[in-house]
């Protein structure tokens, strides 16, 4: 393992390892599983030894834990196949095989022993039990928005999946599937919501917010039996609503808009109480705005003669300044294929673990990230990174959120200040962090680049602030 570090903050390393571009987690963080084309490596986290090798009989395409980490799901695209495996056999434990139907979509039930399936051009919707192979349960019409994937949700205790149906007169209709025994207990139409774009449930309780057409903004919230609480339909607004968000405890609904707007609901009165807007030029007394810039260390030559010349020189050194105010927000220019193709106002929101911070990503101003202190609704910060950001994630556990724009390195926000962690030049020349994922318990992440084909293991070793 390598340690790499700066005046403020430190982080350990593993060495880097080879796979095809999926890397999972286990849900108790106690493992990584990780596939290399037909071969499913599992990992412990803490020392990276190989727990466990599996070989498919073809490339891996997706793979997934179930909830309790004892089974994984491997998914081979290329010939509609399911593998399962179990971390304590060497054996295979189930398999399916979707045939002619082909199969464009699978994962785990919440309970870990069902596996949810979607057949090509969505003409099915299948539910296969591990503990009885004639326990077989289909679904007709199910509405896919994306390369597949169902519209569909579940409850967090995993009691109720909610799908959303589309029939040929056009008409959405959400079913509610009692996931116990695997029955649909009813069956409605969402109310005002013609056309549902997204669909998911609160993380407590049984209230479910749908999404409209990007073309008419409507977000509405109902019961599990299909009665309307409330809605957020602004008439001013010309577009639609993008994404939506659900703080932890579900008492606030977050909905992002093309127009750039974040809409804040309630659960009292379920109507929109508060309009974030992101402010250009920032000149607010009680946001931060860290600005990365190059600079050129006092170590520069001796980093340059470690990094040697098969490395290609040292990587460049940036770090955070503050930028004084009023500043203006670099912006994206406008372009009318940029709002044909929906890339144009929030493009991602994400509640911190404790909700106090709502973290945006605005696509008109792809190298910032803004941040908003909740309890004041106040803005707190804005990152304005040097690159576009490709990702951005809330560590699961601790209120630091993590930032990446392809570069070799990784950005940490907290409440406490704003941090670069670069990759050790030593680790692979070449290697950048192009995305990562957080380990559920928040004491790793794993850092990808696709690209290379290479993922290593990133372990913070600094306090929670």
Known sequence: FFRFSDHRRTMDFSPLFKFSGLSSFSPDGNMLANAAGPRLCIRDVESMEIVKIHTCVDQIGFLEWSSDSKYLLCVLTGRAVIQVFAVDSIAQVARIDEGLAGLAYARWTPDGRHILTVADFSL??????????????????????????????????????????????????????????????????????????????????????????????????????????????????????????????????????????????????????????????????????????????????????????????????????????????????????????????????????????????????????????????????????LKPVKQMSWDPCHCRLGVTTGAAKLYVWAPSGCTCVDIPPHLSPGFTVQSFVWSPKGCALVLEDKVKGAFCVGYPAWNST
Not at 280 to 298: C, G, L, Q, R
Not at 332 to 349: D, F, N, V
Not at 362 to 378: A, E, F, Q, S
């Open 124 to 385: 099915r919707l299948t539910i296969w039990c591990l503990l009885d192979q004639a326990d077989v349960k289909q679904l007709k019409h199910p509405k896919s928005v994306r390369e597949g994937e169902p519209l569909l949700s579940f409850t967090r205790d995993g009691k109720y999946m909610a799908v959303v149906e589309h029939h040929q007169e056009g008409k959405d209709f959400v079913v509610i599937v009692d996931m116990v025994t695997v029955t649909a207990v009813c069956r409605w139409e969402p109310e005002g919501v013609s056309d549902v774009q997204v669909i998911e449930w609160s993380p407590v309780g049984y209230t479910l917010v749908c999404l409209d057409s990007p073309s008419a903004y409507r977000a509405a919230v109902f019961t599990l039996t299909g009665r309307l609480l409330g809605t957020v339909a602004p008439q001013k607004a010309l577009t639609g609503a993008k994404c939506a968000e659900w703080s932890r405890d579900s008492r606030l609904l977050a909905i992002g808009g093309v127009d750039g707007v974040v809409r804040l609901m309630n659960y009292i009165t379920w109507r929109e109480f508060c309009a974030l807007s992101c402010p250009n030029p920032v000149a607010t007394s009680s946001a931060v705005i860290f600005k990365e810039e190059e600079y050129e260390p006092e170590d520069f030559l001796e980093r340059l003669r470690e990094a040697g010349p098969s490395s290609g020189g040292a990587q460049r050194q940036t770090r955070y300044v503050i930028a004084e105010q009023p500043w203006a927000v670099p912006a994206r220019a406008p372009s009318s294929s940029s709002e044909k193709s929906g890339r144009s106002g929030i493009a991602k929101l994400e509640f911190s673990c404790d909700g106090c911070f709502l973290a945006v990503h605005h696509d008109d101003h792809p190298n910032c990230v803004w941040i908003w202190n909740i309890g004041r609704l106040t803005l707190e910060a804005v990152v304005v990174q």
